[in-house]
């Protein structure tokens, strides 16, 4: 479309006699670029141990990129001391209470919490600390904040209402990165499939990120998981903004949606503005075919109608491809558990493995 949009002026400066030179070659548009990926590694931090009750499973738990498994309350309004092992100016700071299933089941997760970063402390108490994020009302179960400041060497996280149980913390170094870059943090945002395979359950284990890294060595992305079981795509885009709002920083957003809709054309407008939005934000979108299902064949045939949508709209708004999971589920029928969602051993491993496919390729 653009091309022949290009054509049609060249066409028209020759008639007009500018003598402007309008070869096919010099006029061609530029090719796209390949982006320009920013590695954003995981941080190796150090717990320090202050905290009253926990053992030395309880620490490893709280920083071994694994959630959905039983975890010791944290103390409340009391500080989780992070050390960072090199200083840093720009930062993902994640957490997860990951076992309440859905993205919008809190349970006994935080309702408030603050962080603060130092640059000049020397044991995680002393020193001068700033509050870069201060949340209150939280009822989400995971959530991602950006953080820069000059020289950043401990983070403190501190529950000050609601439930207290944390599965999870992640700290990535965003610092090669500039604001507009394609920096290698993701979101996974759909349905209960998005939330059967994101939570970095052992089972399904290798995860996207460590998969990712068995593959890249220099990477180790971020991911987060913002499923939420029976949404179809008027649902992500109704609380795709604020999701984005309330977790700066994540730059990919990789896209699971469609099990749960029916209507081709409603399909297909929800679809447009979920990329549009995400563009408009400044992310990448990257759209996975809806996977195959065996649990009815009417069912099944209205997914190939909407998977024709996610081929077009990809190709449309020039995305990079995402993964097939129609023809691995339509290949690998016993990795779904009741023909419909993923096993939570072969089949979440082989979408994270897909998805890790798609990013190396970034
Ligand atoms: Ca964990």
């Known amino acids: 479309m653009k091309q022949f949009q290009l054509k049609t002026l060249c066409l028209a400066i020759i008639f007009m006699g500018t003598g402007i030179s309008c070869s096919e070659n010099n006029s061609a548009e530029p090719e ?16 320090i141990r202050n905290i009253s009750g926990y053992n030395n499973e309880d620490y490893l738990r709280l920083l071994d990129n694994r959630g959905r498994v039983w975890v ?16 840093l100016s720009h930062l993902l700071f994640q957490w997860m209470r990951s076992f309440g299933y859905n993205y919008n089941e809190l349970g006994d997760g935080p309702g408030a919490y603050r962080i603060q970063i130092s640059s000049n402390s020397t044991d995680g108490s002393n020193g001068s600390w700033e509050t870069v994020v201060n949340v209150q009302n939280n009822v989400w179960a995971a959530r991602a904040h950006e953080i820069k400041g000059n020289n950043i060497q401990w983070i403190r996280f501190r529950i000050t209402a609601g439930g207290t149980t944390i599965d999870e913390f992640d700290i990535h170094d965003l610092s090669q990165s500039k604001s507009g870059d394609a920096v290698d ?11 059967d395979t994101y939570w970095r359950d052992g089972q399904g284990a290798p995860t996207f990120n460590e998969q990712v890294k068995a593959l890249r060595p220099a990477r180790f992305p971020s991911m987060i998981n913002f499923g939420i079981g029976g949404n179809n795509s008027g649902h992500v885009l109704a609380r795709l903004q604020q999701i984005i709002d309330n977790n700066r920083g994540i730059y990919f957003w990789a896209i699971g949606i469609g099990t749960n809709d029916g209507n081709a054309a409603q399909y297909e407008q929800n ?7 995400l563009i408009n934000n400044g992310k990448q979108p990257i759209i996975a075919r809806i996977p195959y299902r065996n649990d009815n064949p009417s069912h099944n045939s209205i997914v190939q109608s909407l998977n024709v ?4 709209l990809t190709e449309d708004y020039e995305l990079p491809a995402g993964p097939d999971l129609y023809r691995y589920f339509e290949q690998n029928p016993t990795h779904l558990r009741d023909g419909l969602h993923p096993t939570y051993t072969n089949g979440v491993n082989a979408i994270q493995r897909l ?7 970034l």
């Open 271 to 277: 679809l447009k503005a979920i990329i549009e939005m």
């Open 355 to 361: 998805w890790a496919e798609v990013a190396v390729k």
């Open 72 to 87: 010791r309350s944290l103390p409340m309004n009391t500080d989780i001391v992070f050390k960072l092992p090199q200083p």
């Open 185 to 195: 943090t993701w979101a996974f945002i759909g349905d209960s499939i998005t939330a």
């Open 32 to 47: 796209p670029q390949p982006t320009s990926l920013v590695p954003a590694p995981r941080v190796e931090a150090t717990v």
């Open 309 to 312: 949508i996610v081929d077009r």
